[in-house]
């Protein structure tokens, strides 16, 4: 039997590490076991969950160093894992705060191959660490086509096989009923502390021009229910509803959505929802992050990168204000052709090679390789 260790620090990640392990069982049967640390859908498939990751997961270079401690003693936790369980293959998914550090520890202790699953985007900013993920790690599988070449180009072992969220994103029929906007506030608590309170005052003057909308919150799995309600509290008149992050059938429903930016931006599109994509760090992680970027990267939201232009309007930093979010969601529920050529653009982005066949399949059997199994 061959052990697979499933290494993500967040919920995109943790459902990515679920559903690889869940689509491996089902085709290897009993000759892998997996271990893992992620978050409660890893756990919910069966996977030995050895360390909490999920919970740990924080957001730009000044909120990491409040954590620093915390993140050291999953760092030491992970090397005990690491050499007492000694994995036949560590599949890292993302993450690559953690995970770069991780892979470089595990080809030290002689685990003998490493898989990196949705790479980090390197074409972004931080170019250089793509010579450690050259050093350390046996097969790449990224997430968008173009990277694949990116990739290949430094003589990294590299596999595109579609992204593996698009094969669940499939598009709903035409919306009835009183408008319902989705909000997406993202997957990390600090995330909520920081972006829902100015998401709720714009869904307050969202009701305010448009008395018949309502909203629905999504919550990601790696959020508590308590850090949400609390806010909510504050919006009784608005009476927004709080489902399961991952509830497709909520989510195609929608009319528009309120979306922190990140892979939930890609999924919308995929579904067909006009959204706004906001996004806000702290002021010395963001000019950090402007300082290093790619010139390559003009664009925040998936949306906007695959298509090459702003096709979703992005309000980052001081952009994203209230009044600046509802005016966009008035304006994707009100301007028929604004919606009308949004959507276009989400045809465009489906029909991409961002949508394969097998997806799934084809990633389940290259790490199956990578195991010997």
């Known amino acids: ?38 978050g409660p859908r890893m ?7 050895k360390i909490d990751l999920a919970k740990h997961a924080v957001m730009g270079f000044v909120e990491a ?36 550090w991780l892979i470089k520890k595990a080809k030290e202790l002689g685990i003998k191959k490493v898989v990196y699953y949705m790479v980090p985007q390197v074409w972004v900013w931080k170019y250089g660490r793509i010579k450690k993920i050259k050093k350390y790690c046996d097969l790449c599988i990224v997430g968008l086509p173009f990277e694949e070449k990116i990739f290949k180009k430094e003589g990294i072992n590299t596999r595109y096989f579609g992204h593996p969220v698009a094969p669940y994103m499939k598009a709903g029929g035409k919306k009835s009923g009183p408008p319902v906007v989705g909000i997406f506030p993202g997957s990390r608590e600090n995330e909520i502390k920081k972006f829902l309170p100015d998401i709720l005052k714009a869904c307050a003057l969202i009701k305010l021009k448009k008395p018949s909308v309502k909203f629905r919150l999504f919550r990601a799995s790696t959020v508590t229910a308590a850090s949400v309600r609390g806010m909510l509290a504050d919006y009784p008149g608005l009476h927004i509803g709080m489902v399961d992050g991952w509830n497709l059938k909520q989510r195609s429903s929608l009319t528009a959505a309120i979306a922190k930016s990140g892979t939930g931006t890609l999924e919308l599109a995929l579904l067909h929802i006009p959204h706004v994509i906001v996004y806000r760090l702290n002021g010395l992680s963001y000019m950090i992050i402007r300082t290093i970027a790619s010139a390559k990267a003009k ?25 600046n979010t509802a005016k966009e969601i008035l304006l994707i529920l009100g301007a028929k052709k604004y919606r009308r050529q949004m959507l276009e653009n989400f045809d465009m982005i489906s029909r991409s090679r961002i ?17 010997g199994i």
């Open 65 to 100: 160093a409040k954590k620093a401690g915390d993140i050291k003693a999953v760092m030491s936790e992970a090397v005990s894992v690491l050499k007492q369980e000694k994995p036949d293959v560590l599949v890292v998914i993302d993450y690559p705060g953690f995970h770069l």
């Open 355 to 371: 949508r394969a066949k097998d997806t799934l399949k084809k990633i389940a059997l290259a790490v199956m390789k990578e195991a």
């Open 43 to 49: 756990r919910e498939a069966g996977i030995d969950m």
């Open 1 to 38: 039997m061959k052990k697979i260790l499933i290494s993500a620090g967040e919920a995109s990640a943790d459902f990515y590490g679920a559903e690889l392990a869940k689509k491996i069982m089902s085709m290897a049967h009993a000759r892998a076991q997996f271990i893992g640390f992620g």
């Open 299 to 323: 664009f925040a939201g998936l949306p906007n990168i695959l298509a090459g232009r702003e096709i979703v309007r992005e309000l980052l930093q001081n952009d994203f204000s209230p009044e």
